[in-house]
């Protein structure tokens, strides 16, 4: 199992992307999306590299969200132990829970080490694509890393 691959230039990602079947999103054009994604909440991730904590058997899924908004490497772990969690979230730009995937020690842990080394986090209730690019958008925009459930955020539209 690879846990990490880091990329060395934006050509080793178009690279990763075309084996994949995806095409790399150019770079201001928010719109160029990956085959099965289309975009709704218009952001850039600007190549910055994502931590899924929970669900690591969708992360190709999960992927295609990151490469819709010109993400960075990807990277998904069901991790439980802090020593994992600490390194992975160390080499991460941006982090996501997946609260539905993982135990509620894992969550604690991971916000605790997030907020440690300083590495904005958000949370996604599910793996869904649109509640992953909710939380994205929320990571990126530094707005609250939980989703309300009596009220809803005004996210933009496409």
Known sequence: V?????????????????KRGT????????HATPKGYTVKIPFDLDGRRVLFVGNAAN???????VAAHNGGQ???TDATKGSQ???????????????????????????????SQKV????SSSDAPFSIERALYRAVTGMPAYEPT?????YPTV
Request: aromatic share 4%; proline share 1%.
């Open 2 to 18: 690879v846990s990490w691959v880091h990329g060395d230039d934006d050509a080793d990602l178009a690279a990763m992307a075309q």
């Open 150 to 154: 009596a009220g809803t955020f005004d």
């Open 120 to 123: 904005p986090y958000a949370v």
């Open 23 to 30: 095409k790399k999103a150019v770079k201001g054009d928010l």
């Open 85 to 115: 969690l600490k390194i992975k979230v160390g080499h991460a730009d941006l982090m996501v829970l997946i609260t539905d995937e993982v135990h509620h020690v894992t969550t604690n842990t991971s916000v605790k080490i997030a907020k």
């Open 59 to 65: 992360s190709n899924d999960m992927a295609l969200v």
């Open 74 to 76: 990807v990277t998904a």
